[in-house]
Nanobody, 124 residues
Framework: QVQLVESGGGLVQAGGSLRLSCAAS????????MAWFRQAPGKEREFVGV????????SYADSVRGRFTISRDNAKNVLYLQMNSLKLEDTAVYYC????WGWGRREVLNYDYWGQGTQVTVSS
């Protein structure tokens, strides 16, 4: 089992950058595929990006590819999401999630563990 706690959200102007962190507790962090999702008001939770347990594999939603970078530090049990060139439509609550059966999946139902979320607000 793993507990996840996100941090790093806040208010940023369009075009700016933020880095989110997700601290994981528990053992064997590197066996989990890890992902970021986001949920805007009135919308369903959507996939942002995913990373393999080793950190060598990543995949992104089309809407963020080239602007966002997901990474992890398995020695510190931390997952990151570097967000650059932020747009108004990136405003959402961002969640990290852990997949104990592999990595690369993009559906909410495939993830066993979730953090509480951190708010990202992009202003004009």
């Amino acid at each position: 089992q793993v507990q996840l706690v996100e941090s790093g959200g806040g208010l940023v102007q369009a075009g700016g950058s933020l880095r989110l962190s997700c601290a994981a507790s528990g053992r064997s962090f590197d066996v989990y595929g890890m992902a970021w999702f986001r949920q805007a008001p009135g919308k369903e939770r959507e996939f942002v990006g995913v990373i393999s347990g080793s950190g060598t594999g990543t995949s992104y939603a089309d809407s963020v590819r080239g602007r966002f970078t997901i990474s992890r530090d398995n020695a510190k049990n931390v997952l990151y999401l570097q967000m650059n060139s932020l747009k108004l439509e990136d405003t959402a609550v961002y969640y990290c999630a852990a997949d104990r059966w592999g990595w690369g999946r993009r559906e909410v139902l495939n993830y066993d563990y979730w953090g509480q979320g951190t708010q990202v607000t992009v202003s004009s």
